[in-house]
């Protein structure tokens, strides 16, 4: 039995049975996406090997390179979505998911080294932004989109040096990649980052909780009502326990979520998507 399943990023994900085992496939033949997947299978590995409170990791069986094509075996996990778990899930169910993903949090901000991190290489990935931003010619005709790059070019110029943990983070912890599962909460796709640090972790889970990304491409029907309430609440405890804790946090957040939030914007093609970009590039701006 093989079940195909739509892919983003340039991937494709196959459901299998074999031998009476299930596994998921992902896969992918775009030779700008060949070397990515492979670093993300690689680092999905390694995080499957640490034992963590609540937080699983789908173990990878299998990786395989050519010059055409990347294929990642990996474990099958029988899952709900975010949006199922949350239309069912109590305020307990929800205290420990906050509690987990602290927890996660935590481990990987004890396994990193407070650094000094050279503005340039924020200044460095916005320029390569702006360039891809600037070869589209439906972006160079949004007169918001420009003023957005140019607030931006600013923001960055005048940015001066951080101190932040670096070492380790998933790189693209937002709720469409954890699988829930009764209390235990899988992490999938993990993403190699420009800049490795849990602060980007904290930044990802955020993009939900407070501006609602992986809600705005959920295209079933769902509670909107509940959800807001549900992510309301994860938000505050996030953002108020990380602020109290850490003072990188509350100094930084703002670049890494603007960048976060920028990076996303060459890629937007939906009117929604790119209107909900904007506002948020907006308001971090100019807050």
């Not at 990515?36 to 395989?64: C, D, G, M, T, W």
């Not at 949350?86 to 998911?97: H, P, R, S, T, V």
């Not at 469409?176 to 602060?199: A, C, K």
């Not at 890629?267 to 590039?281: G, M, R, S």
């Amino acid at each position: 039995m093989e079940i195909e399943v739509k892919g983003h990023s340039g991937c494709q994900i196959d459901v299998v049975s074999e031998e009476g085992q299930i596994f998921v496939y992902k896969s992918t033949a775009d030779p700008l996406y060949l070397n990515r997947l492979a670093l993300q299978a690689e680092k999905q590995r390694n995080a499957s090997l640490i034992e963590f409170q609540h937080i699983r990791v789908p173990l990878i069986y299998e990786l395989k390179r050519t010059d055409k094509k990347t294929i990642v075996k990996m474990q099958y996990v029988y899952s709900k979505n975010f949006i199922e778990f949350f239309e069912q899930a109590g305020f307990e169910q929800i205290d420990y998911l906050v509690g987990a993903l602290k927890y996660f949090i935590e481990y990987e901000i004890n396994k990193c080294k407070l650094q000094v991190v050279s503005p340039q290489i924020f200044r460095a990935k916005f320029d390569d932004i702006r360039m891809k931003l600037e070869k589209n010619a439906f972006f160079q005709q949004d007169a918001q989109v420009v003023r957005i790059i140019e607030d931006c070019q600013s923001y960055f110029g005048h940015l001066q040096e951080m101190l932040l943990p670096i070492g380790v983070c998933h790189g693209d912890l937002t709720f469409s990649n954890i699988l829930f599962n009764g209390n235990n909460y899988y992490l999938i796709d993990f993403l190699d980052s420009f800049i490795e640090t849990p602060l980007q972790d904290i930044v990802k889970i955020r993009q939900d909780t407070a501006y609602r990304w992986s809600q705005l491409m959920y295209t079933k029907r769902y509670d909107a009502v509940r959800l807001g309430i549900i992510c309301d609440k994860i938000d505050h405890e996030i953002d108020l326990y990380f602020s109290n804790k850490y003072q990188w946090y509350t100094d930084h957040y703002r670049t890494v979520q603007l960048m976060n939030i920028l990076r996303i914007l060459p890629y937007a093609h939906e009117e929604k998507v790119v209107c909900y970009l904007k506002n948020i590039l907006n308001s971090l701006l100019h807050e």
